[in-house]
């Protein structure tokens, strides 16, 4: 069977003139298996950074949370499989596939994995000082 990555993983380098297609679906088949096998119940991987923009694969097993936490810039959260809540002090969104959320450095949030859960999260702008 051909894996979707190998580790190590490099992500791709942003800031180089490239261009690089990703197997996400693949890609998160494989990343739950290091879900399964983790004990926090999630796993990430991280595909793309630079300057300007980062774009992470995070696979959750169901019942798993990220504890509240903030983006160092402008971000966007878009589901590709599963069911996550993703909850702020002002906002609380169920997102399932093909659903997603954007919101800025500043809006302290959490996410948990209502069932296995596959999202893309991209990081982008400036980081916040």
Do not use: W
């Not at 096998?37 to 793309?48: D, E, I, M, Q, W």
């Not at 402008?74 to 399932?96: E, Q, R």
Request: hydrophobic content about 40%; overall charge negative; glycine content about 6%.
């Amino acid at each position: 069977m051909n894996k979707a990555f190998e580790r190590p993983y490099k992500p791709i380098d942003l800031n180089l003139s490239q261009i690089k297609g990703f197997p996400l679906t693949a890609m998160a088949e494989q990343l739950m298996k290091d879900a399964d096998a983790a004990t926090s119940g999630r796993a990430s991987l991280t595909l793309a950074r630079g300057d300007e923009m980062t774009v992470v694969l995070v696979c959750m097993k169901e019942g798993t949370t990220l504890d509240e936490h903030s983006a160092p810039a402008t971000a966007t959260v878009i589901t590709l499989s599963g069911n996550i809540l993703f909850t702020s002090k002002t906002c609380n969104v169920t997102l399932v596939q093909g659903e997603s959320v954007t919101f800025t450095a500043d809006i302290d949030h959490a996410v948990h994995a209502n069932e296995d859960s596959a999202f893309l999260i991209i990081i982008g702008g400036k980081p916040s000082n």
